[in-house]
């Protein structure tokens, strides 16, 4: 697609359940990033993937959090028994190698009541 | 953990006025970049810079990377309701070429009143 994809735009879950955002980069772009956008709080990074090396998921905050990226291509963050505190945007972007920049997606919105 | 500190936090002006806003850390970047993001949107990309004491001009916005590469500043003059925002500064630390896990600042929320 023309830009990157995110899915759902707005997720509204109750405390205790899993939930999957899924990421749609631009075809091409090699690297795929989550970051974690909370109120008043700057983007903070939860994991990287780059082609077929071993992802850097040295920003996930816990073991509920993890994430896969299928056939380099599209990736889905899942959030296991979610939390109040997990509520944020959650941003997805892509990048080609070597080019400094991201492309983000629009976001999901998720929402734990 | 290398920090970005942004200032102003908020910032509200009249249309017409110049504003500059900084990015400032104790750490050395590889580059910098500053994105605007507008509301439920992602950021977008308005430069990189990556040579101390680098100028780049965008229009009517001027962004500096310090010459020690620790800090940057975003100029605009006579600021438009169009560049009301969410002004972010991001750093990289370079690994085999590739910046990845850019450090992002709180950001500046730039509002400009017609």
């Known amino acids: 697609g023309a830009g990157v994809s995110q899915s759902p735009s707005n997720k509204v879950t109750e405390k205790g359940k899993d939930v999957e955002l899924r990421c749609d980069p631009i075809s091409g772009h090699t690297a795929l990033y989550w970051y974690r956008q909370s109120l008043g709080q700057g983007l903070e990074f939860l994991i990287y993937f780059q082609g077929n090396s071993a992802p850097d998921k040295s920003g996930l905050p816990s073991d509920r959090f993890s994430a896969e990226r299928t056939g380099g291509s599209v990736s889905t963050l899942t959030i296991q028994r979610t939390q109040q505190e997990d509520s944020a945007v959650y941003l997805c972007?892509?990048?080609?190698?070597?080019?400094?920049?991201?492309?983000f997606g629009s976001g999901t919105r998720l929402t734990v009541v | 953990t290398q920090l970005l500190e942004q200032s102003p936090q908020f910032l509200s002006i009249q249309e017409g006025e110049n504003l500059t806003v900084y990015c400032n850390s104790s750490s050395v970047f590889s580059s910098l970049q500053w994105y605007r993001q507008e509301p439920g949107e992602g950021p977008v990309l308005l430069v990189t810079?990556?040579?101390?004491?680098e100028v780049k001009k965008l229009k009517r916005l001027t962004f500096q990377f310090g010459d020690a590469r620790k800090d940057s500043s975003l100029h605009i003059t006579a600021a438009q309701p169009g560049d009301t925002g969410l002004y972010l500064c991001a750093g990289a630390r370079d690994s085999g070429g590739s910046n990845y896990k850019l450090t992002f600042g709180k950001g500046t929320l730039l509002t400009v009143n017609p």
């Open positions: 810079v990556v040579t101390g004491g």
């Open positions: 972007a892509s990048t080609k190698r070597g080019v400094s920049g991201y492309t």
